[in-house]
């Protein structure tokens, strides 16, 4: 059983960068035929895909957020993490990790519960 789980600061400031983990386990974030992947959804809208990292480590960027983007990981962990930099409060968000299917790029079958983090000041 695959399971993900979220961890890092609920609260950072504007102009700050957010760092998030994904901790993995039941699975390797180096097997193949899947990427593992972050997502946010802002207080009532919809969810908006960030990026994903490979089995191998090739990263892939939502080019609205690419700028501000990095997505690496810790093998030796089984963990990846999310950095965004320069947010700002519209990047207040419910953020979630993902498994992707390589295949299927839109099926995420197993999700952390997802963490909130709140820009402010």
């Known amino acids: 059983q695959v399971q993900l789980q979220e961890s890092g600061p609920g609260l950072v400031k504007p102009s700050q960068a957010l760092s998030l983990t994904c901790t993995v386990s039941?699975?390797?974030?180096?097997?193949?035929?899947?990427?593992w992947s972050w997502i946010r959804q802002p207080p009532g809208k919809g969810l908006e895909w960030i990026g994903y990292?490979?089995?191998?480590?090739?990263?892939y960027y939502n080019p609205t957020l690419k700028s501000r983007t990095s997505i690496s990981r810790d093998t030796s962990k089984n963990q990846f993490t999310l950095q965004l930099s320069s947010v700002t409060p519209e990047d207040t968000a419910v953020y979630y990790c993902?498994?992707?299917?390589?295949?299927?790029?839109?099926?995420?079958?197993?999700w952390g519960k997802g963490t909130l983090v709140a820009v402010s000041s």
């Open positions: 993902a498994r992707m299917s390589e295949a299927i790029r839109t099926m995420l079958d197993y």
């Open positions: 039941g699975g390797s974030i180096t097997s193949n035929y899947y990427y």
């Open positions: 990292i490979t089995y191998s480590g090739s990263t």
